[in-house]
């Protein structure tokens, strides 16, 4: 097709960008851990585009499995009719579930996932006669989504500024961020005081007030990867018990496997109330996102004769669930997750020779879900001003190098602070995982040039 890349930029074209001040590559197709644009330029997707992509890109199984099911029922509605693929992906899901018995809702965003998790949460203390308990308490740093209700929750101020008339009210706690504890402490011997600050928020607002605590089980974008202390959640988990406060995770960038166990909740033996999913449900190839929650959270709405007051036209959408049926077979007939666990640990082990860099500050995460945190002082731990636009700059640097990243920035103070994420299909060979510290290590080379 011959289209110069420099074309697809805004205002050109129809299309409202994600970003009005730069050009998006157009790209044709994608196989493995690779993407390939109209102009024959090959990247290496070590983000997974936002930690989405589990088993790769070009599934043939997926698009027939896709395919097969538009075939035959492309849309039903949730409301009238249930169908094969989401009887089958629900029993699914339900089985690596950390409770028994659980039940699924499915729908197309992890940010109306959470909004529905929230509602759920509330509307189970409505109908047990408790109608004042309707707070939602969150980690700061965090993101939950960009609808209104799953931003006010989310602790990123660049993203809430504009619309803070909009937001509802929201308390937060400090997250498990180890490498920036606001206290200096450090693993083992912390005595996990961050998990306790939910104790004294509760106690703050009134835990007859309090109806949930959300938090992502292992930080995503957020905290870049950071990943709590063994006994974080077992100490969180008893201080809602104690109140009466529901536990919802978000499992959406960790679900799926993405950190070496279905869920990041595995890992610790916790048993959350609710658990939000979305992303590599279906590792991109259909927008779908899932809330489940214990029976017995529902057990209250049934009695009272009513239903779970939410309702969106795409919930329980059969090819989406198709979609997301093919891709947890592909996980368990290959198993991906052992990969995922296995390929985890030497990424890991690799990126951790870019710590010999002066700005690298630290890299952490579990699983394939890895974070690459840069600072200007690396014995301070000073973030770079955000006027020099660090993150930024080294995705779009790694990028002319043909390598993909997720950024995110504002984690060290809510203003400052950059970092990468690194977050590959679950197919990712050694020698990809080589190639992608090589990569790292000329992109922070590039970056002492200009910074
Ligand atoms: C942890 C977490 N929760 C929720 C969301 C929102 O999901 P979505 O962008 O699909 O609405 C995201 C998106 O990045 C996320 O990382």
């Known amino acids: 097709m011959g289209i110069a890349m420099a074309e697809y930029r805004y205002p050109r074209g129809s299309v409202l960008y994600r970003n009005f001040h730069k ?46 099911q538009a075939g035959k029922t492309g849309y039903v509605s949730g409301v009238q009719f249930t169908h094969e693929p989401v009887e089958r992906l629900a029993a699914q899901v339900a089985s690596f579930l950390p409770f028994p018995a659980g039940k699924v809702f499915f729908l197309t965003s992890g940010s109306e996932a959470i909004e529905a998790s929230v509602k759920l949460a509330r509307q189970h203390w409505v109908e047990n006669g408790r109608p004042d308990k309707h707070r939602v308490i969150s980690l700061q740093p965090s993101y939950h989504g960009n609808t209104l209700a799953a931003l006010s929750l989310s602790a990123r101020r660049h993203y809430q500024e504009t619309f803070r008339p909009l937001l509802i009210r929201s308390a937060r706690i400090p997250a498990p961020y180890c490498y920036r504890c606001p206290w200096g402490r450090t693993p083992p011997d912390c005595g996990v005081k961050c998990a306790h600050e939910l104790e004294k928020a509760i106690r703050r607002i009134g835990r007859e007030k309090v109806s949930a605590f959300i938090g ?114 592909l996980i368990v007939r290959r198993r991906l997750i052992l990969a995922c666990a296995h390929s985890g640990e030497k990424l890991l082990a690799e990126l951790g020779r870019l710590l010999d860099h002066p700005h690298v500050g630290d890299v952490r995460g579990r699983g394939l879900l890895i974070g690459v945190e840069f600072v200007a002082d690396k014995r301070k731990k000073t973030p770079f001003p955000r006027s020099k636009q660090y993150a930024e700059r080294f995705v779009a640097k790694a990028l002319e190098r043909g390598l993909i990243l997720w950024p995110n920035v504002g984690q060290a103070d809510g203003t400052n602070g950059d970092l990468v994420m690194i977050a590959p299909p679950f197919t990712i060979s050694d020698r990809e995982i080589v190639l992608v510290r090589k990569r790292l290590e000329e992109t922070l080379r590039d970056m002492e040039k200009v910074i």
Not at 26 to 54: P, T
Not at 262 to 288: Q, R
Not at 293 to 303: G, R, V
Request: aromatic share 8%.
């Open 23 to 68: 050009f998006f590559p157009l790209i044709r197709s994608g196989r493995g851990v690779f993407l390939y644009d109209v102009d024959g330029k090959k990247y290496l997707d070590a983000s997974g585009g936002a930690a989405v992509v589990n088993i790769g890109h070009g599934s043939k199984e997926i698009a027939a499995a896709l395919s097969r």
């Open 216 to 329: 992502e089980v292992i930080g995503g974008s957020s905290t870049g990867a950071s990943v709590p202390p063994p006994e974080y959640w077992e100490v969180v988990r008893r201080i809602c018990d104690r109140n009466e406060v529901l536990l919802i995770v978000d499992e959406v960038m960790t679900g799926a496997g993405r950190t070496g166990k279905w869920l990041a909740c595995h890992h610790y033996g916790l048993e959350p109330d609710i658990v939000v999913m979305g992303k590599g449900l279906t590792s991109g190839y259909f927008p779908l996102s899932a809330v489940a929650a214990k029976a017995s959270l529902l057990e209250p709405i049934f009695k009272r004769g009513k239903n779970f007051l939410h309702a969106q036209t795409f919930a329980h959408h059969p090819v989406g669930c198709a979609a997301g049926l093919a891709t947890l077979d």
